[in-house]
């Protein structure tokens, strides 16, 4: 199967190491599928938009290597997301409120198959959040959970790989796809990242992608990082020490296993594979110096 992937960040601060790993994994998935990988920028929370973040965005998925495919902003589809929610009012789906806004009329929460946790059901707690959600809020912008199926339908998203904190969304999500009459993606909630057993918040320095880089961290080291928080080949030894990302390309789907558990970050392994990726590129530049010329 081909999977088209996406990640959709926010440009609200920092680059956050969930989302770098999220960004490596949806690119592993896309890549090794011969899928699209796609970059969406979450704006339409006007009020928390950063200036530079976008700048940020791009700069840390560089660094990595992790070159999207196509990259879409959200507040230049709002038109679209109007014309998708008067559709469904005209449909009796949904309906207008009297300041404007546009509430899901008797929309179910769905449930789905998580690659990684199986079947999901929604609690009553999912339904009752779903029914009348709104998509379009009153002053035209619409709801994070509206705009981003109607743009993975658009953009053909099949495979969304993101973090736990998000699958109560999904619930939400999956009857959205079905209000919209579209086939759900496959969803992958992998475990959040945590350090001293608690969620790695924004605001936490070790959670700066850019921090790292600007620290002269090896961007191959840090994938590895990255690839080793919330997955595992399926068979580890020795020669799994370090994982390229060739190899990463190979094992990540058919050989490797995706988690659920909370991913304990481990700065010092960052630091061991730091320390390898550096030793060998001097021992690269060694041989190439003493090569003849
Ligand atoms: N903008 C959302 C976030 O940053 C996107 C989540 C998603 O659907 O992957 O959390």
């Given at each position: 199967m081909t999977y088209n992937t996406r990640i959709a960040p926010s440009p609200t601060g920092d680059f956050h190491i969930g989302t770098a790993r999220t960004a490596y994994f949806n690119w592993l998935a896309a890549r090794a599928t011969g899928g699209r990988f796609i970059l969406r920028i979450d704006d339409t929370d006007l009020a928390r938009n950063q200036a530079d973040s976008i700048q940020v965005i791009h700069d840390c998925l560089d660094w990595l290597g992790l070159t999207p495919d196509a990259v879409y902003t959200q507040s230049a589809r709002l038109d679209r997301y109007r014309a998708v929610a008067d559709d469904l009012v005209r449909q009796g789906k949904a309906c207008r409120a009297d300041n404007g806004a546009i509430l899901l009329d008797g929309g179910q929460a769905a449930s789905w198959q998580d690659l990684i946790t199986g079947q999901m059901i929604p609690s009553q707690a999912a339904h009752d959040l779903a029914a009348?959600?709104?998509?379009?809020?009153?002053?035209?912008m619409p709801v994070y959970h509206f705009a981003s199926v109607v743009d993975d339908i658009d953009l053909g998203i099949n495979c969304v790989i993101r973090g736990m904190d998000h699958a109560s969304n999904t619930f939400r999500h999956a009857g959205l796809y079905d209000a919209l009459g579209a086939a759900q993606p496959v969803f992958a909630h992998v475990g959040l990242i945590t350090q001293n057993k608690k969620k790695l918040s924004?605001?936490?320095?070790?959670?700066?992608?850019l921090g790292y880089r600007n620290q002269g961290v090896n961007p191959d080291a840090m994938l590895n990082f990255l690839l080793r928080m919330g997955w595992g080949p399926k068979q580890d030894d020795k020669s799994m020490a370090i994982i390229d990302r060739d190899r990463a390309l190979d094992l990540f789907l058919d050989h490797g296993k995706m988690k659920a558990s909370p991913a304990a970050m481990d700065l010092a392994k960052l630091t061991s594979f730091d320390r390898k990726y550096k030793a060998r590129k001097k021992a690269a530049l060694q041989a190439s110096d003493l090569s003849p010329t």
């Open positions: 009348g959600q709104v998509l379009m809020k009153a002053d035209g924004k605001r936490d320095a070790a959670a700066s992608l």
